[in-house]
């Protein structure tokens, strides 16, 4: 499923409307009859409906839906809360349509007493008064009913957006309806999957209204990453493969005080389906892993006072792909070993955790390199990699996702809740499962090791990824369903729930 700023689906609205020639109207009514179709699923011919009705196309859309459910015999109300002056083209069109059909329209551009009253003998408010056409902070008069519904306890159900949110990131500050199910009209708005912004939804779903995908994607190259993108993506594992068919890993990282990280990416890549992996750590830590981790193979890399210092024995030639930084540690020491890697390793390169730390002054480095690079940074991280905070991080992921991927040349993945995966090109993926139990120490050092033994698989590199990010949030979600809970999830738990997810999700093979 594809997502869009407003900008990027007014664009699409009008090509399909001009270069393919479909109607406003039936666009709208198309809209209508989906939202409609949603609603029903929700409701019975008991409740009581008011559709709150604003003067743009949201608004026009809330008429559709009104006279879809008047005409069913379902009790239907509007509350029309801007001036009969505001509604105008295919809106006013739906409006007469829905008025000859005998519909009830009241008119108040305020919290009316008559309106508080008709809300009160609701038992479902539809929110049409804006969609993405939002500019600012909603006005006084909208402002004091997206409040009375806030404070109504009603099932709220809103068309397209809940009023009052902005669609895209990097917004000013709002007050939103808080819907308890959304109906998203042709593409998803860029806010669902933003962090301040994303509960206003409630439960979402979308909805198809006739814009053609290859407009869509004219428009836009970012996604949301599903099942069904999981399961047409995955590669399948041929009769005749062999462990040097599933690709030669090496994981470096780890210190004497931190050998639990370098160990969970290890165990993460060898469940996932890495051919061979090798562990590149120093000699305590190799000790303290050897037993638990016997699928593994080691190399010491030189170390000082307990910290890598140095990997020049290692032969980066025979590596498909190299995962650095997972408990590497700060210590200046170990800054020269992330620059020695950067330039020897032959293959994809993923740098994580503290080696992003060391990174930070290297970055022009990455640009010379011939193989994918991968980052896989928290907000923190990359508030660091970008000297800004992590509320400007959080504020427009997307973009600093995309500049800064295009400017390095390389695949980011900027993790959190809702994961955004970009490539060189630009192209956006969000990841959006998983669950509170993730957010614990280790589960980004699973998440690497998950990355590295997919990259490695014959797929592209950016499917790889978001596939990786995919299975890493579905083994917690059905750990959580199953056996465990947001509290006592661990990062080794999520090593052990691959295989559940690798056999359901891949079980056609
Ligand atoms: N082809 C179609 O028909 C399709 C249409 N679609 C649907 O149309 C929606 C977009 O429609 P849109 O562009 O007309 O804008 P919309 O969201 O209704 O808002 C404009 C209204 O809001 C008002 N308003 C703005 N800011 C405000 C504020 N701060 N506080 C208060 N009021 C404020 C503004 O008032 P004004 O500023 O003009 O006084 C104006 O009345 C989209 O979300 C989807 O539902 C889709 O289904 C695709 C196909
Ligand atoms: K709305």
């Known amino acids: 499923m594809f997502i869009v700023t407003a900008e990027e689906m007014y664009g699409i609205d009008r090509e399909t409307m001009g270069s393919i020639g479909v109607d406003g109207k039936i666009l709208m009514e198309n809209a209508g009859r989906e939202v409609s179709r949603e609603i029903k699923k929700r409701i019975t011919k ?13 608004g026009g859309d809330g008429f559709v839906v009104a006279r879809t459910l008047h005409v069913e015999g379902y009790s239907v109300k509007v509350v029309q809360v801007v001036g009969d002056e505001k509604i105008k083209g295919d809106a006013d069109y739906h409006k007469n349509l829905f008025l000859r059909c005998n519909g009830l329209i009241f008119y108040r551009d305020f919290i009316s007493d008559e309106v508080k009253h008709i809300i009160k003998d609701s038992t479902v408010i539809v929110d049409a008064m804006v969609g993405i056409g939002v500019r600012g902070k909603l006005k006084d008069s909208i402002l004091s009913i997206a409040q009375f519904v806030n404070e109504s306890n009603k099932q709220v159900i809103a068309i397209d957006i809940p009023s009052g949110l902005p669609a895209d990131e990097y917004h000013s500050e709002f007050y939103a309806v808080q819907a308890d199910t959304t109906v998203v009209i042709g593409a998803l708005k860029q806010s669902l999957f933003l962090q301040d ?10 909805v198809s209204i ?14 949301w990453w599903n099942i069904t993108d999981f399961q047409s993506s995955f590669p399948k594992r041929k009769e005749n493969s062999h462990k040097g068919t599933h690709g030669r ?20 890549a060898v469940r996932s389906g890495a051919g061979l992996t090798t562990t590149g750590t120093s000699k305590s830590v190799i000790s303290m892993m050897a037993s638990s981790c016997n699928e593994s193979m080691y190399i010491p890399i030189q170390e000082q006072e307990g910290y890598l210092s140095g990997a020049s024995e290692i032969d980066y030639s025979v590596y498909d792909a190299v995962a650095i930084g997972m408990g590497i540690g700060r210590k200046k020491v170990t800054q020269k070993l992330i620059q020695e890697t950067i330039t020897a390793a032959k293959g994809i390169l993923l740098v994580d955790a503290d080696g992003l730390y060391h990174l930070k002054d290297q970055l022009n480095e990455l640009k010379s390199r ?27 992921p997307f973009s600093f996702s995309k500049e800064f991927a295009m400017e390095y040349g390389v695949y980011l993945v900027l993790k959190g809740k809702f994961t955004i995966i970009t490539s060189p090109t630009g192209r956006q993926v969000v990841e959006s499962g998983g669950n509170p139990g993730l957010a614990k120490g280790g589960s980004g050092d699973v998440l690497s090791g998950i990355i590295l033994a997919m990259v490695m698989q014959d797929q592209p590199i950016f499917e790889a990824i978001c596939n990786a990010c995919y299975l890493h949030s579905a083994s917690a979600d059905n750990l959580v369903k199953e056996k465990h809970s947001v509290y006592d999830l661990t990062a080794t738990d999520i090593i052990e729930g ?7 999700l891949t079980s056609s093979e």
Do not use: C
Request: aromatic share 6%; charged share 15%; glycine share 10%.
């Open 197 to 206: 912004t994303a509960s206003y939804y409630g439960e979402w779903m979308m």
């Open 249 to 268: 890993g090496l994981v470096i990282g780890g210190n004497h005080l931190m050998p639990g990280s370098v160990m969970m990416t290890t165990r993460a």
């Open 370 to 396: 011939q193989k994918p690079t991968i980052l896989t940074p928290h907000p923190g991280e990359m508030a660091t990699l970008l000297d800004v905070t992590i509320s400007e991080i959080l504020q427009k």
């Open 210 to 223: 006739g814009f053609p995908f290859e407009v869509i994607h004219q428009y836009t190259d970012k996604q």
């Open 46 to 58: 008991k409740d009581v409906i008011t559709v709150l009705v604003g003067g743009g196309n949201n």
């Open 498 to 504: 691959i295989p559940n997810v690798l056999r359901t």
